[in-house]
């Protein structure tokens, strides 16, 4: 069964770091791609960054320089290295596998990010 778990998400003033952590079971995570997604308040699920199996990268352009993703195959586990946090970032950001989408079912549950002064 297909299993992603999330954590790191916190509070921060604006300017501040934070790392999130999607950990994966259930599935060959080196075969697949990536995903993190956000949901800000009363907006819909956007897509935030992705990674595939070679570990080639996209990302929104407003987190492009500020955000960084990568993969440690071994760990089974995905990273989202966030610097520069603006309040706009605020948002609940899940993982799920597809590349610049994520797989229907496949999300986790989650991990709260709140930036704010």
Known sequence: ???LVESGGGSVQPGGSLRLSCVASGFDF???GLSWVRQAP????GWVSSI???RGTAYLDS???RFTISR???K????LDMNGLEVEDTGVYSCGIGFRTVRLGSR???TQVIVSS
């Open 42 to 45: 009363g907006k819909d699920l």
């Open 52 to 54: 595939n199996s070679g």
């Open 63 to 65: 987190v492009k320089g």
């Open 108 to 110: 986790g549950q989650g």
């Open 30 to 32: 080196r075969l697949y």
């Open 76 to 79: 089974k586990t995905m990273y």
């Open 72 to 74: 440690d195959n071994a």
């Open 1 to 3: 069964q297909v299993q």
